[in-house]
């Protein structure tokens, strides 16, 4: 079953778009297995003050991101990248063990972004340095 809270990111989910001139932009998932997560990222001076997505799976996968969005939105990218599955998942009251997998997929849509503004910013961003998104389900 669905925390109240999964469900309502699901039908309600926040900061859905894109942002057409994007920081960062991280895309993850696997259309094999259907979620796929697509983040858009706005930063200045280290803070995102924007942020977006678009995601194509499960109303879990969807929830997941909601929340992921909500979670970094006016932080700072040192606090963005500590946001784990785990703070995710929790953040959504939990969810089913066979769902887990969508929060590692917000997770690495989160870091896959910033690693793209590093990347577009010439930034360094400590621990994106070995950073390589994985299909999570390979975790299950």
């Not at 699901?10 to 057409?20: A, L, Q, T, W």
């Not at 920081?23 to 696997?30: A, E, K, S």
């Not at 929060?103 to 989160?110: C, G, H, P, T």
Request: hydrophobic content about 35%; glycine content about 8%; overall charge negative.
């Amino acid at each position: 079953m669905y925390s109240e809270k999964v469900m309502e990111h699901f039908r309600n989910p926040r900061n859905v778009g894109e942002i057409e001139d994007a920081d960062g932009v991280g895309v993850v998932g696997n259309p094999r297995c259907g979620d796929i997560m697509k983040m858009y990222l706005k930063i200045e001076d280290g803070i995102i003050v924007d942020v977006k997505f678009k995601t194509f799976g499960c109303g879990s996968a969807i929830a997941s991101s909601s929340m992921a969005t909500e979670l970094i939105k006016g932080k700072t990218i040192e606090e963005a990248m500590k946001i784990t599955n785990k703070a995710v998942a929790e953040a959504l009251d939990g969810l089913p063990p066979v769902k887990m997998h969508c929060s590692v997929l917000a997770e690495q849509a989160i870091k896959s972004a910033l690693q793209d503004y590093s990347k577009k910013h010439n930034v360094h961003i400590e621990g994106l340095e070995d950073f390589e998104p994985t299909d999570p389900h390979d975790h299950e």
